[in-house]
Every structure is written in C-alpha cells, then in structure tokens.
C-alpha cells in the first residue's frame, strides 16, 4: 500500500538580506514558486534600542521578510534545511519557520486539486 503524499505549507519569517540567496537555493532543489511579503514583528527578544539623533529609540517591530512556499513533491526535511542553511547568521533575529499540512491546494485556471494543483505543468 503506497502513502498519500502531503501538502505543505511552509511560512519562513527572514532577515531581508537573505531573500535573494534563499530564492536561488529554493530553485535549486526544486520549488517552483514562492510569495513573498515584507512584514513587521518582533520575537522573544521584542524588538531593540536604537539612537536615532541622540536619542534612544525604542524600535519593536522590526522589518522582516515572509516567504511562503506550497510543496507537494519537495520534501519537506530538504526544504527546512535549506532555508535554515541560507538564513542562519547565528545571531538573534534569524527568524522563524512554520510548518502546516495542508488539505487541499486548487489550480484556478484548470480546477485540478490536490498535488496536481502544486505540481508545475510547464504550462
């Protein structure tokens, strides 16, 4: 009996200066598409202290960069990996990754479902 491939979807919330390098990498190991927003947060650490002339500044949101990918045919070890690997500095405020299985994806243009909707047909 063959398991049913799973849907995922997979929100990583990185430092702006990575998107580039990320979307090389994701390319690279076979996803085909991705949404991207610049979003504003703050985690644990709840934001910092600046000086912006002469004054201290209390910035707790910070600029961030969310990227979110469907995948039904990568796996989803590879993918973790992978934006782990390009957005790990090691410092605080490397972001975060989610992960969701998700029910159902639907191809508006053709109705397919399921993988087939996440599939690329080249098309």
Known sequence: MSEEKKIYKVDAVIRPEKLEELKDKLYEIGVTGITVTEVYGCGLTRGQEEIYRGSV???????????????????????????????????????????????????????????AAIIDDKA
């Open 57 to 115: 500044l209390y910035v707790n949101l910070l600029p961030k960069i969310k990227v979110e990918i469907v995948i039904y045919e990568t796996p989803l070890d590879t993918l973790i990996d992978t934006i782990r690997g390009v957005c790990n500095t090691g410092h605080v405020g490397d972001g975060k990754i989610f992960v969701s299985e998700l029910y159902t994806a639907v191809k508006i243009r053709t109705g397919e479902r399921g993988g």
